[in-house]
């Protein structure tokens, strides 16, 4: 038995949740003990992590979340929601990183399949948490934008957030919200989320944590996760990513948990969607546009700046340009590093091989 985790917006969040799970397990109970399986008492297993194929432009040109048509090779459950397997392939134009996660993460994904709207969402989350047996469904959200007020001046992608708790909600199963490394996203700064996070008491990752999810840290291009996990390692200082300078604080490593209610209070299109349960991904969409007026399936695709003609893969030469790009922050995403020197997120690993380094972050000085 395990309970459901749930990965509050896709693209990399399944990374740092597999960190928040086994935080989590190792908190409750310890290796050998009830902690393994999650807190709820059963025997040690892999967790389930539900979440969204919903990736970065780079990665997936199309504009929306993929769903179970838009991929070949997916396991379908007795439940009859699907899950990832290495296997697993996007159909063309579409990409994916969800294969490759499913290959190196310790955990099994299924795919959550928004397309049918708000309740067809929380009847996929239903099944996936009977099947999992636990009593608990855990939402994680890195970074923290999961408690917008939708006003934030850097507030980029609230819809996908808010329909997983709104989904959650109409479940009726007991909810906890996690919220690793506040700020980290880039969109709500840190001391804003830290004020609506007072009262609870967040715990800290160990690095073993991390290590299960170093195979796949070593190639995906999540910055949120990849932050929060050089956090763990005791990174602090100034970080340059694709739109952001981020610090990382003593802050940064914290898990903190809240109740699912307490969540949905600070986010209105989370409510707003409870109250008014669109039965159309684009419906849901709409909800969240009206109410942030940040379009709900664009909104990450018109921060994608253009890449520049790439560069001879140098250890000393490349440095040298990104110490220059990076203009004085102390680190920089290796999603950062690749298109500063204009290659792909496929090359991170070649560019990690030049650069002699395994690390979350690159770090400059």
């Known amino acids: 038995m395990s309970d459901l985790y749930v990965a509050a917006g896709g693209g990399g969040d399944p990374v740092?949740?597999?960190?928040?799970?086994?935080?989590?397990?190792?908190?409750?109970?310890?290796?050998?003990?009830?902690?393994?399986?999650g807190g709820s008492?059963?025997?040690a297993g892999p967790p389930l992590i539900a979440t969204y194929a919903w990736e970065r432009p780079e990665v997936d040109p199309t504009?929306?979340?993929?769903?179970?048509?838009?991929?070949?090779?997916?396991?379908?459950?007795?439940?009859?929601?699907?899950?990832?397997?290495?296997?697993?392939?996007?159909?063309?134009?579409?990409?994916?990183?969800?294969?490759g996660l499913a290959r190196d993460l310790p955990a099994r994904l299924l795919l959550l399949d928004p397309s049918g709207g708000l309740p067809s969402l929380a009847r996929q989350l239903a099944s996936m948490a009977e099947a999992a047996e636990g009593?608990?469904?855990?939402?994680?959200?890195?970074?923290?934008?999961?408690?917008?007020?939708?006003?934030?001046?850097?507030?980029?992608?609230?819809?996908?957030?808010?329909?997983?708790?709104a989904a959650c909600h109409l479940t009726g199963i007991a909810t906890t919200v996690h919220i690793a490394g506040p700020g980290l996203d880039g969109e709500i700064g840190e001391h804003v989320l830290l004020e609506r996070l007072a009262g609870s008491l967040p715990l800290v990752p160990d690095r073993d944590?991390?290590?299960?999810a170093a195979r796949a840290l070593a190639w995906h291009p999540s910055e949120a996760s990849a932050l929060w996990a050089a956090a763990i390692h005791g990174a602090r200082g100034t970080v340059r990513t694709v739109n952001n300078l981020i610090p990382l604080t003593d802050a940064s490593p914290r898990l903190y948990p809240l109740p699912l209610q307490e969540a949905?209070?600070?986010?209105?299109?989370?409510?707003?969607?409870?109250?008014?349960?669109?039965?159309?991904?684009?419906?849901?969409?709409?909800?969240s546009h009206r109410l942030t007026g940040i379009p709900g399936l664009?909104?990450?695709?018109?921060?994608?700046?253009?890449?520049p003609r790439p560069v001879p893969l140098d250890r000393d030469a490349n440095m040298e340009a990104l110490r220059e790009a990076a203009a004085g922050a102390d680190h920089m995403t290796l999603r950062h590093a690749a298109r500063v020197l204009g290659l792909t997120w496929r090359d991170i690993p070649a560019l990690r091989a030049a650069l002699g380094t395994s690390a979350p972050l690159l770090h400059l000085i």
């Open 16 to 37: 740092g949740t597999l960190i928040a799970a086994r935080a989590l397990a190792a908190d409750a109970g310890g290796p050998a003990g009830p902690g393994r399986s």
């Open 41 to 43: 008492g059963g025997p």
């Open 63 to 99: 504009a929306r979340p993929l769903g179970t048509r838009h991929f070949d090779g997916l396991v379908h459950g007795r439940g009859g929601f699907a899950a990832f397997t290495p296997a697993t392939r996007a159909r063309p134009p579409a990409g994916s990183t969800m294969p």
């Open 135 to 165: 009593r608990r469904i855990r939402i994680v959200d890195i970074g923290g934008d999961v408690l917008t007020h939708g006003d934030e001046p850097g507030l980029c992608s609230p819809f996908g957030d808010a329909l997983t708790l």
């Open 209 to 212: 944590a991390v290590a299960a």
């Open 264 to 287: 949905i209070g600070h986010n209105p299109v989370a409510r707003a969607l409870v109250a008014e349960r669109p039965a159309t991904l684009e419906a849901a969409a709409e909800v």
């Open 298 to 307: 664009e909104s990450e695709r018109t921060r994608t700046p253009p890449r």
